[in-house]
């Protein structure tokens, strides 16, 4: 094989990547809604665990309602583009699975689970429209989507 036949077939896989990464990568929006929407189950699963629906609901859902429907619709629309018809479905799962990570974090971390949740609750109160998925980053909530960020310039990918 000649060296001109290994470089090809040595960036074949690059170049047929290329598309495919634009198609899976999260947009800056994306990326956004990922964190926030990690943020909401993990307040979900510690709502239950931690017998804290009722504050939940009023330091959590209720003041950032709005941003939370956004953060869902837009992460809805990353599934949708990503896995065309089978979006709903795919983001169904993703969310199924990022509750039970959270669950299962709160049940290694025992007693400490409730303790901490409390000082995150606390925390959470004091939060601003836009500042949910910094924060969600900060406190290192479990995220499962392992995607990478889209780069400048990556273009939309086609729908289905």
């Known amino acids: 094989m000649g060296l001109k036949r290994l470089l090809l077939a040595a960036m074949a896989p690059v170049l047929v990547a290329g598309p ?3 198609n ?13 929407w990690a943020l909401n189950s993990f307040m979900a699963v510690m709502a239950l ?13 209720n003041p950032h309602r709005g941003e939370l429907k956004a953060a869902h619709d837009v992460l809805q629309g990353y599934f949708r583009r990503v896995h065309g018809g089978a979006g709903q479905t795919r983001f169904d799962q993703y969310y199924t699975n990022i509750s039970q990570d959270h669950a299962m974090d709160a049940s290694r971390g025992g007693q400490f689970f409730c303790r901490d949740a409390e000082v995150i609750l606390t925390q959470v109160r004091a939060l ?13 909530i479990i995220q499962p989507i392992s995607a990478p960020d889209c780069g400048a310039g990556a273009v939309a990918a086609p729908r289905r």
């Open 24 to 36: 899976t990568c999260l947009r800056p929006e994306e990326r956004n809604a990922a964190d926030t």
């Open 20 to 22: 495919v990464l634009a």
């Open 128 to 140: 601003r429209t836009g500042e949910l998925a910094p924060f969600s980053v900060r406190q290192n």
């Open 49 to 61: 665990q931690c017998k804290l629906e009722t504050r939940v609901s009023n330091d959590f859902r």
